[in-house]
């Protein structure tokens, strides 16, 4: 991604239930799946009886480091790595979220954004619940306290008032359940490693562990892993779902299967669908923005026949850019993660590909480093359309003003990023590169079609921008 500071996923989560030593392996599932989220981590661990949690701030390995995790004895357990799409960046909003009660506990952890969260969290402060946070997946907890029956009960009952994304596990102290909402936003599949069964995010998470994958969890559906296997309940489901495709594009990890399909090759078939629809005359080479953009240059590369060339070097040793929270720390990023090779570029007409452009100003930054480094031409080639509308289901571009593509044509964007040329894949191109048919897809953040109704408080600080009124006392 060029220029990705705002651009930040929903978060990754790792259960499994009936295994030996679940907090080891929880901690290499989740370091797999750090990728979907730098702020914070954690785990909780069950053996029926008690229980064992532990979160922070950072990274999996800033958390769990001096092995914090060694006394945590248990068959089952989750865990969580966590940007914020709604709610702060702090400590209390950290998951997995506990609950605890006289006569029940259990533990949540979540993927997605719930679009109806401020109509339902003053709904619930109006019966009196009391709120310690502001995610949505507390107010999952205490939607799941304010009904009767079973847990499976509830969360039918909980499911049917919700209203966006969500893939999430609960921790019981009978076992492990995991769901995914109606339309199938973001992932969730699951594996087995011997007798335990785990549900995760990405595939990957999988490898890592060498474990099996099975399958995905399906839109609306609800599985249980407990002492009698594995089992589902189908819930509501839509005709056509509504996967977001920009885990196709950019979020998912390259190695991982998501949807049921691999995301390597997709990414690959996005850039030469952009080689077929943007060619560049006269170019030397085909520079990849890494790392985001590797796996769609070497498809442009392919559909061109230019050569592929690692023009810029990454280092390693910085994190995504998107998830640092402020202006100055992402630009400071920007120019330690990424440096251009000047044998490489020196005199050349040079094709560079990655996948978006978020807001433009980092792209600028890209660019300028580019000609420093003696590129002659440099032009932009962009393996999807123009990020045009926020989205609400689980990616922290939230509003418009943030969207350089919302106000300005591709010649005003490409006059802004000091390119020679920049030019985007076509919808009908992203879609034909697509391994389902469109109509299976989200892609609301290019068309501005949502696939659920948004109302102006669906925001990510819709929780904490409360009026003082509401703060005082009666």
Same mark, same amino acid.
């Given at each position: 991604?060029?220029d990705?500071?705002?651009?930040?996923?929903?978060?990754?989560?790792?259960?499994?239930?009936?295994?030996?030593?679940?907090?080891?392996?929880?901690?290499?599932?989740?370091?797999?799946?750090?990728?979907?989220?730098?702020?914070?981590?954690?785990?909780?661990?069950?053996?029926?009886?008690?229980?064992?949690?532990?979160?922070?701030?950072?990274?999996?390995?800033?958390?769990?480091?001096?092995?914090a995790?060694?006394?945590?004895?248990?068959?089952?357990?989750?865990?969580?790595?966590?940007?914020?799409?709604?709610?702060?960046?702090m400590?209390?909003?950290?998951?997995?979220?506990?609950?605890?009660?006289?006569?029940?506990?259990?533990?949540?952890?979540?993927?997605?954004?719930?679009?109806?969260?401020?109509?339902?969290?003053?709904?619930?402060?109006?019966?009196?619940?009391?709120?310690?946070?502001?995610?949505?997946?507390?107010?999952?907890?205490?939607?799941?306290?304010?009904?009767?029956?079973?847990?499976?009960?509830?969360?039918?009952?909980?499911?049917e008032?919700?209203?966006?994304?969500?893939?999430? !596990?609960?921790?019981?102290?009978? &076992?492990?359940?995991?769901?995914? #909402?109606?339309? /199938?936003? $973001?992932?969730?599949?699951?594996? %087995?490693?011997?007798?335990?069964?785990?549900?995760?995010?990405?595939?990957?998470?999988?490898?890592?562990?060498?474990?099996?994958? !099975?399958?995905?969890?399906?839109? &609306?559906?609800?599985?249980?892993? #407990?002492?009698? /296997?594995? $089992?589902?309940?189908?819930?509501? %489901?839509?005709?056509?779902?509504?996967?977001?495709?920009?885990?196709?594009?950019?979020?998912?990890?390259?190695?991982?299967?998501?949807?049921?399909?691999?995301?390597?090759?997709v990414?690959?078939?996005?850039?030469?669908?952009?080689?077929i629809?943007?060619?560049?005359?006269?170019?030397?080479?085909?520079?990849?923005?890494?790392?985001?953009?590797?796996?769609?240059?070497?498809?442009?590369?392919?559909?061109?026949?230019?050569?592929?060339?690692?023009?810029?070097?990454?280092?390693?040793?910085?994190?995504?850019?998107?998830?640092?929270?402020?202006?100055?720390?992402?630009?400071?990023?920007?120019?330690?993660?990424?440096?251009?090779?000047?044998?490489?570029?020196?005199?050349?007409?040079?094709?560079?590909?990655?996948?978006?452009?978020?807001?433009?100003?980092?792209?600028?930054?890209?660019?300028?480093?580019?000609?420093?480094?003696?590129?002659?031409?440099?032009?932009?080639?962009?393996?999807?359309?123009?990020?045009?509308?926020?989205?609400?289901?689980?990616?922290d571009?939230?509003?418009?003003?943030?969207?350089?593509?919302?106000?300005?044509?591709?010649?005003?964007?490409?006059?802004?990023?000091?390119?020679?040329?920049?030019?985007?894949?076509?919808?009908?191109?992203?879609?034909k590169?697509?391994?389902?048919?469109?109509?299976?897809?989200?892609a609301?953040?290019?068309?501005?079609?949502?696939?659920?109704?948004?109302t102006?408080?669906?925001?990510?600080?819709?929780?904490?921008?409360?009026?003082?009124?509401?703060?005082?006392?009666?």
């Amino acid at each position: 991604m060029i220029d990705s500071p705002s651009k930040k996923e929903a978060c990754g989560i790792f259960a499994i239930y009936g295994a030996e030593d679940p907090a080891h392996l929880i901690y290499l599932g989740l370091y797999a799946l750090q990728h979907r989220g730098q702020e914070s981590a954690g785990i909780v661990i069950s053996d029926g009886t008690e229980v064992r949690a532990h979160k922070g701030m950072g990274l999996i390995s800033d958390v769990f480091k001096d092995g914090a995790f060694q006394g945590f004895k248990g068959t089952m357990g989750i865990g969580h790595v966590r940007y914020s799409t709604t709610g702060s960046s702090m400590l209390r909003n950290a998951q997995p979220f506990l609950v605890e009660q006289i006569d029940r506990i259990f533990a949540l952890g979540h993927n997605g954004n719930i679009v109806n969260i401020a109509n339902l969290r003053r709904h619930l402060e109006s019966r009196g619940a009391i709120f310690q946070t502001s995610t949505d997946s507390e107010l999952i907890a205490h939607l799941v306290l304010h009904k009767k029956g079973s847990l499976e009960e509830r969360l039918i009952k909980v499911f049917e008032e919700l209203r966006g994304a969500w893939s999430i !596990v609960f921790l019981t102290p009978g &076992g492990i359940l995991a769901a995914r #909402d109606p339309y /199938g936003f $973001r992932p969730l599949c699951i594996g %087995r490693k011997g007798d335990a069964i785990i549900f995760t995010s990405e595939t990957c998470a999988l490898d890592i562990i060498e474990a099996e994958y !099975v399958r995905d969890v399906e839109p &609306g559906e609800i599985v249980i892993a #407990d002492h009698n /296997g594995l $089992r589902s309940i189908q819930g509501s %489901r839509k005709t056509n779902s509504a996967m977001c495709i920009f885990e196709y594009i950019y979020f998912a990890r390259p190695d991982s299967m998501i949807f049921g399909h691999g995301v390597y090759n997709v990414r690959k078939q996005l850039g030469f669908q952009a080689a077929i629809e943007n060619p560049v005359d006269g170019a030397d080479l085909v520079v990849p923005m890494p790392a985001s953009g590797n796996y769609a240059a070497l498809g442009y590369s392919q559909g061109s026949g230019l050569p592929f060339e690692y023009g810029v070097i990454r280092n390693h040793y910085v994190g995504r850019t998107f998830i640092q929270p402020s202006a100055s720390v992402r630009n400071l990023g920007v120019r330690l993660k990424l440096n251009p090779v000047r044998e490489i570029l020196e005199g050349k007409k040079v094709v560079v590909v990655d996948d978006s452009i978020v807001r433009g100003t980092t792209s600028k930054l890209r660019t300028r480093a580019l000609r420093e480094a003696g590129a002659r031409e440099i032009h932009m080639r962009i393996s999807c359309p123009p990020i045009r509308f926020p989205c609400y289901y689980g990616i922290d571009f939230s509003s418009k003003g943030e969207l350089i593509a919302c106000n300005n044509s591709v010649q005003d964007i490409c006059d802004f990023i000091e390119a020679d040329s920049l030019a985007y894949l076509s919808l009908q191109g992203m879609f034909k590169a697509m391994p389902l048919p469109a109509k299976h897809f989200c892609a609301a953040c290019f068309t501005g079609k949502y696939p659920i109704k948004i109302t102006d408080d669906s925001t990510k600080s819709c929780l904490e921008c409360r009026p003082l009124d509401a703060l005082q006392w009666p």
